[in-house]
Each structure stands twice: as C-alpha cells, then as structure tokens.
C-alpha cells in the first residue's frame, strides 16, 4: 500500500500551535523537523551520549503527517490551510507551504533484519540471527540464537563486544552474575553459556526484558521473571524490570552482596551513577564490567568508580569506545 506524505513548512514557534491544529482535525502521527540543538536537560532524560550535529538553528520547521491514497487530499490541504490561516497573529506561522510525496507501506519494525548476519564475537562465541542459518558451525563454538527485537543489542556493537571478552575473562564456573540494563538479553545468554551458576538481569524497559526472556529460551536456558521476589536458581536467567539507581527496594529485590560479577553495557551517563549503588549488589572482591563509555567520558567514569570504593583493573578500548573493569 503507498501513502502520501504532506509536508507542512513553518517556524519553531509555531509548531505547537500547528500541531494542536492537526490533532483537532484527527491528524495524529506528527513529525517535527527543526534545527533546535537538544539541551542539556534532555540528553540526560535520553542518556546520549554524542549529539547530532545540526546546521544553524534558523528558526525553519516542517512537519509533516501521512494520508492514505484513499483520503481527498485536495479537501484535507483545503482544511489544513484554512486552519493554518485561522492561527495567523500570535506568532510567525512561516509559509504555510505544503508539499506531498509519496511513499510504500514499509515494514520498518522488521526490514533491519536483513542487514543482522551471523558473526563472530571471538573465536568460538557466535552471535547468530533466530532466522539465520549458520553453515560453518565449529564442534566448539558457542551459537547465541538472538531476535532483539526492539530491544537494545545485536552484539556486533563495540560496547558488547568489550562487555563479552571482558566476561569472558573474568567469570568463572560456579560465579554469579548480574547483566544490569540487560536489553536483548545476549550478555546474561553468553555468561550462562560460559558456566555461570545463575544469572540475574534487569532492564527499566519491559519490553526489553520481554525480548530478554524469550531469547534466553531460544538457547535453552530456563528464564524466570518473577513480579514478586526474585530468587536466583542453579542454572537459570532470572529477568525484571526496575530501576537499578533510584529505586531502593528493586535494589533489595535484586540481592544485596550476592554477585560475583556485575556487567553493565549502557551509557557513560547511567554508569556514573549507577557506581554509587551497583556496589550493593556484590561480593567484597566483586568485578564490575561496565561498557558503553565514549572514549571522551572514559576518566569522567574511571574517577567515578574510584570515589565509590572500586579499583580499576584494566581499562579496554575498541575503536571509540571504552569498556572498564573494577574490583569492589
């Protein structure tokens, strides 16, 4: 099926206004296009950690909002148009001009599937897609099967890449181990592969820890995720959803002094204050893993962990990024 895009081109201030008018009509799906650079109050909420870079914020805005084929799309711009002229006054509505394109009934959620290829993240750990196949399978290797879904983490990322080896060369049979923002689940698969006694794994989006629980089961781990307690079992993934940093009592939930390993592939933004509180969670003599650091934050979070009592053992790099590894 094809759809019309209808591009509406205004100014920043206005967009509001705009948009209200929009929905009014029963127009929902809205993009904004702008120029304005993102504050430093909302990369923090979103924990980026590179901005995008912009051209020059010249006040220009467009948005833009999809019709089917279906649709009189000379009545829907006749209506928008008188709307847009009935805003006229408060504020710079730019040109009001509206142009259409077209485009096909995409299925965006899965298309990225064809890009995801089997791989190897050392020489015998194997990231390999649910829908793939694998010909070249080594009596050795260690097949993770993995359908991220719409969660964070394919394991080809650098960050993951340090987070593995990293676990690899720390964990060992019989050690338990906490995979903190645990996403596609792929870090707390591999540490289990890799003889872990138990595992826990959290993640504040359910969604993630949906995808988590049924990856785990793709490989023939047992998953549990518990709403209430969560009992760590020989042999399994146990999965829920908190937030490890401001809630106390998922903390408590989570385990206080029970981990031998604690890894965490997320942001420089989110490890830095999760280094205050992962501690809990561990053994005296614990490793704590943490990934997902621009090289640019690497001291910012090395200072960080070392205020909060860690030592740092080694310090990793893979490109531009930065994976760390500290004893508690």
Known sequence: MKWKKLTLAT????????????????????????????????????FIDILPELPPDDGSAKISFYISEEDDEKELIREVKEGFAELEGPVNLGSGEISVSSTEDTDWMNNWKAFFKPFRVDENIVIKPTWEELPDRKKEDLVVELDPGTAFGTGAHETTKLCIQNIRKYLRPGMRLLDIGCGSGILSIIAAM?????????????????????????NHIPAVCP????????????????????????????????????????????????????????????IFISSGIINQKKEAVADALRRNGFRILEVCEMGDWVSIAAVK
């Open 11 to 46: 100014t920043t201030e206005a967009v509001d206004y705009i948009s209200a008018m929009l929905l009014d009509m029963g127009i929902g799906g809205i993009e904004v296009e702008d120029h304005v650079p993102i504050s430093e109050e909302d990369r923090k909420k979103m």
């Open 194 to 218: 890799l003889g872990a006694e138990s595992v826990g794994a959290t993640d504040i989006d359910k969604n993630a820890v949906k995808a988590a629980v049924e990856n785990v089961r793709v």
């Open 227 to 286: 709403e209430g307690s969560y009992e760590l079992k020989p042999g399994t993934v146990t999965i829920a959803a908190g937030d490890v940093i401001r809630d106390e009592s998922f903390r408590e939930r989570v385990g206080r002094g029970v981990y031998d390993i604690v890894a965490a592939n997320i942001l420089a933004d989110v490890i830095i204050p999760l280094s205050s509180v992962v501690g809990e969670h561990m053994k005296d003599g614990g």
